[in-house]
């Protein structure tokens, strides 16, 4: 990879060097050089870093838990849509979508000609296959609650039908999830082990836990993505190690960046912070089926008793926005930005609790990092302010190792992280609805169940609109969530590294896709 690229006889190396004799007076530039120096171009060999990644990795997307594979396998496969950066909803192996009336059945109409990375053509038995391998009751897949509520999924040529248990006129959505990827079959049956793929980069090598290594598909079939000539990708799990990498150069990308650190990094020479707002949030999750916590009044109590903006300050170091105790976020289609907004309130604390039959309130409140970075010192904060509400609020320090599994939906107040999901359908219907496995707070809510269904099936936007605007409220002021701030997404990057403006806040890494999309300058 050259350090430089030349633009009309100028070099950026030379470039930087004129800004900086220039000092105050800035550099000015032809508008053509600017032009170019945007415009995106091939070439190069991108280096990413990630903190993800595990030895247990494999080729099967039924396990695919980390941002490891995730990012890499989007890079390798296909999918049938694709979550543009905007947010919007774009065609990917699927050309082009339809619903019945009652968004029960959906009809997709695929791209002619694609091809996998072996030459084999990409086919409608492939994606029957594909996605049959999630279904069933013998399915161990991460994505099973997914693709439940299909029913029937059959091939005619280039064309796929879907049927499902309900209407859902956001399934178009679902058929983007990192778990749904296009891969080759015979006889009926998915290919869990094959290397093979229809997206930008063929996968020459993976060592799962260590790192892997693409090259650019010369036959991929957008003309306008994949820039880079190959990719190295490694997984640095110690935070100090991924950015002494990139400030040395070794690294063109690093994702996440330590928000404790992050100062530094934005004063180093050659290097940018990208920090994009998305779906993520962290959260206390209460047990709405224990003492106290059953009472919603306590719940309110609680949900006055900290300070959002505080957290936002310390924890994540401005890296992120307030919660208000709902989990769709301000970047995403339908969030309620008229709900009104929480925040730290003692004398409302004291009301609830007053209405709740109590003068004080003491609970246990379970954390440990391994729930989100700085979950700790998060219940710290939160402790102090609530004591100014008669609330006394035990921090009990859990191990990292085992959080998931011994505490998480097990103590009765923890906390929580959740990555988030593209539609609110999707994020409502995994942790909100009731009885559903991972409603964390075992809360369940009549009227938002009715607006669930109805809300997914209703293609009347100013209709489904209103309803998870109502949803929203519902959560905000009755579930037993307690959502102090959305994480932005952070990662730092070489200045030689760009992008479009619009930076997708599905995932991180630009919705999984930043391999295909970003470019070297």
């Not at 399934?171 to 990827?181: A, E, K, V």
């Not at 991929?220 to 993505?225: F, G, I, L, Q």
């Not at 190295?232 to 990498?245: F, H, I, K, P």
């Not at 949900?303 to 709902?326: C, F, P, S, W």
């Amino acid at each position: 990879m050259t350090d430089f690229l030349t633009h009309g006889g100028i070099s950026r190396r030379g470039l930087l060097k004129g800004a900086t004799a220039l000092g105050a007076a800035g550099l000015i530039l032809p508008a053509s050089v600017r032009r170019a120096m945007a415009e995106p171009k091939r070439g190069g060999i991108l280096r990413l870093a990630q903190a993800a990644g595990n030895t247990t990795d494999s080729y099967d997307p039924a396990t695919w838990d980390s941002q490891f594979v995730q990012v890499l396998h989007t890079a390798r496969c296909g999918y049938l849509t694709e979550i543009a950066a905007d947010g919007s909803l774009v065609g990917e192996v699927a050309e082009s979508w339809e619903a019945s009336a009652d968004a029960v059945t959906w009809t997709f109409k695929l791209r002619e000609g694609l091809t996998y990375h072996s030459g084999k053509p990409v086919t409608g038995d492939d994606v029957v296959a594909s996605i049959n391998h999630h279904r069933g009751p013998d399915s161990k897949s991460a994505a099973k609650p997914v693709v439940e509520p299909i029913t029937d999924v059959k091939a005619d040529g280039n064309t796929v039908v879907f049927t499902l248990s309900a209407g859902n006129a956001d399934f178009p959505y679902i058929m983007s999830d990192y778990h749904l990827p296009i891969l080759p079959s015979a006889e009926g049956k998915m290919d869990a082990t094959t290397k093979d793929g229809c997206g930008g980069y063929v996968l020459d090598s993976w060592e799962p836990g260590v790192g892997a290594k693409l090259t650019r598909n010369p036959n991929y079939w957008k003309p306008n993505r994949a820039w880079f000539d190959g990719i190295e990708m490694s997984v640095v799990l110690d935070s100090a190690a991924r950015q002494n990498a990139l400030m040395t150069g070794e690294v063109d990308v690093i994702d996440p960046v330590d928000l404790t650190t992050v100062a530094l990094l934005e004063k180093a020479p050659g290097i940018k912070i990208l920090s994009v707002a998305g779906t993520q949030h962290y959260t206390f999750a209460m047990d709405t089926r224990a003492d106290p916590f059953k009472d919603n009044n306590v719940r309110l109590a609680l949900k006055y008793a900290l300070d959002r903006q505080e957290m936002l300050d310390k924890i994540l170091h401005g890296y992120g926005t307030v919660g208000n105790d709902q989990p769709i976020g301000p970047s995403q289609r339908y969030f309620y930005a008229d709900l009104e907004q929480r925040s730290y309130d003692p004398d409302k604390a004291k009301f609830h609790l007053k209405e709740a039959g109590l003068d004080t309130l003491s609970v246990q409140l379970s954390a440990a990092d391994a729930a989100f970075t700085g979950a700790v010192d998060a219940a710290l904060l939160f402790s102090e302010k609530a004591a100014g509400a008669g609330i006394t609020l035990e921090v009990v320090r859990e191990p990292n190792d085992g959080y998931w599994d011994n505490v998480w939906m097990k103590k009765p107040f923890c906390a929580v992280y959740w990555g988030g999901r593209p539609t609110a359908d999707w994020m409502f219907s995994m942790v909100y609805a009731t009885g559903v496995p991972w409603n964390d707070t075992f809360w369940s809510n009549e009227k938002f169940d009715q607006l669930l269904l109805a809300a997914r099936s209703e293609l009347d936007e100013a209709k489904r609109t209103e309803m998870y605007h109502e949803m929203q409220s519902i959560c905000s002021n009755e579930a037993g969530t307690i959502i102090p701030m959305f994480a932005n997404y952070v990662m730092g990057m070489s200045d030689k590294i760009a992008h479009e403006d619009k930076v997708a806040g599905n995932w991180t890494l630009d919705g999984f896709r930043a391999i295909e999309r970003w470019w070297f300058v």
